[in-house]
């Protein structure tokens, strides 16, 4: 049987500060598999990104409890949090988050500044990282000069660079044509046979059933589709 990687146990998530409460999500619970292929969908203001940023321990739940590799999280010490986002999970976003005057090469690199270990090393791991999404002959390239399809495939490298194996992806293709769209995905599919985790959070039916298993929020409350 597969070990679960992530354990959501009935976890609820409020915003305050406007006229009145905005509940996020209600009492959601499910577990997430190593080497899982999981979509979330669901329209906007349905609670997967404050879902995303639970697992991506970027937010804490107010009520309930998330559990990484078995260890509760809700009361973990930021710098703790920390350590584990570094060394364990990598985030993709719908914009690509590149800088605009680095190298595809350089900006993998940003993905292990907080790594004690060489230039040299760094410089290694991240061709190796763009040369698994296959950028091996765009490393010295400026975002400008690459496709939407080859930054987010630079912002997945970065996303990986170092050995994570737990992938977030926020809506990922929002910005990119279709054949784009079906590439990255593509891209993910082949991480995902390699070992890795990947959660999606998507809108579009069409690139959720590149995943596994599918789930869907509304109105802060996870059901199965």
Not at 108 to 134: F, H, I, P, Q
Not at 193 to 220: C, F, I, K, P, Q
């Amino acid at each position: 049987m597969p070990d679960s990687l992530l354990q959501v146990e009935d976890v609820g998530r409020t915003y305050h500060g406007g006229v009145r409460p905005v509940p996020a999500l209600r009492g959601v619970s499910l577990e997430v598999d190593d080497g899982e292929f999981l979509a979330l969908t669901g329209p906007s203001g349905s609670g997967k990104t404050t879902l995303l940023n639970i697992l991506g321990l970027l937010d804490r739940p107010d009520t309930g409890e998330y559990l990484f590799r078995g260890c509760a999280t809700s009361a973990l010490p930021e710098r703790r949090r920390a350590v584990l986002r570094g060394s364990s999970i990598g985030f993709v976003f719908q914009a690509f988050n590149l800088l605009a005057d680095r190298t595809a090469l350089e900006n993998v690199e940003l993905g292990l500044r907080y790594r004690r270990m060489s230039a040299s090393r760094r410089r290694d791991e991240a061709a190796a990282a763009l040369t698994k999404v296959g950028l091996e002959d765009r490393l010295r390239h400026l975002p400008r000069e690459l496709s939407g399809g080859e930054q987010q495939r630079v912002a997945i490298a970065r996303a990986i660079v170092g050995g994570r194996t737990l992938l977030l992806c926020d809506e990922p293709t929002g910005n990119l044509d279709s054949a784009s769209a079906h590439q990255v995905l593509g891209v993910l599919t082949g991480l995902n046979d390699e070992g890795a985790t990947v959660v999606l959070v998507t809108h579009n039916d069409e690139m959720a059933r590149y995943a596994t298993r599918v789930l869907a929020l509304r109105d802060g409350y996870l059901e199965t589709t």
